[in-house]
């Protein structure tokens, strides 16, 4: 009769074994999509109207160089846009834009690096996007070229009208500057300069083009970062 009882308990334990793997498997089951903890579903997300973009990084080892870099620019902007919309700021438009600068050495001690070379020229093209008071965001890609055409450098540039970074210091600066704007670029060389990026910040002066006026021109300073990597 022992023996007989000690059967019974050893089959339930089995059974129960048996039946919480099984509840396991179905609460892993791999067909299923993960959904990491503290997030929402991904099917319930929706859908972002911003595109990734790339950008050149920097080599996470080896022994990299720097120069800051200072760059005259001078040229003109010209812009399309199509019919406008209502915004909560006021009618805006959208359209396409492009940039043309000539990049000439300053004579300035803080210049350390001649590259990229003197006269050389960056070109810009992207979307704008622009309000009926001139202040306007432009996102593209751009390639910097020297005196007989040859690519030394490509990547993606923005830029911002109307918008200033010192409005906060005490009679430094208004804010909505008008005929100002400010950006980035960041830019990868070429195979004229395989192991360089160039990281650099936009200040001009100049009023971004309009639907009356689609061509403006442009004056002010790049001045950034030249990394090299080996």
Request: glycine share 10%.
């Amino acid at each position: 009769m022992r023996i007989k009882y000690v059967g019974c308990l050893l089959t339930a334990l089995v059974l129960v074994v048996l039946l919480s793997a099984k509840s396991v498997q179905q609460s892993v089951d791999p067909t299923e999509p993960s959904v990491s903890i503290g997030s929402p579903e991904t099917a319930s997300l929706p859908q972002s109207p911003f595109p990734d973009i790339c950008i050149p990084g920097i080599t996470d080892k080896g022994d990299c160089c720097l120069w800051e870099i200072v760059r005259k620019v001078s040229g003109k902007r010209e812009a399309k846009y199509g019919n406008p919309y209502g915004c909560d700021m006021g009618q805006t438009r959208r359209g396409e834009m492009s940039i043309t600068m000539k990049l000439t050495f300053p004579q300035s001690t803080c210049d350390q690096q001649d590259i990229p070379a003197n006269n050389s020229t960056l070109q810009a093209k992207g979307v704008v996007i622009r309000r009926n008071d001139g202040y306007a965001y432009f996102s593209g890609e751009f390639a910097i070229t020297d005196s007989t055409g040859k690519v030394l450098f490509n990547g993606r540039i923005e830029t911002t009208d109307r918008l200033g970074t010192h409005h906060t210091a005490p009679n430094c600066e208004r804010c909505n500057p008008v005929s100002h704007f400010e950006g980035w670029l960041v830019g990868r060389g070429t195979e004229a300069f395989p192991n360089h990026t160039l990281r650099a910040f936009i200040v001009a002066r100049g009023t971004v083009p309009s639907p009356t006026q689609a061509s403006m021109v442009l004056s002010g300073n790049i001045t950034g970062t030249l990394v090299k990597c080996p």
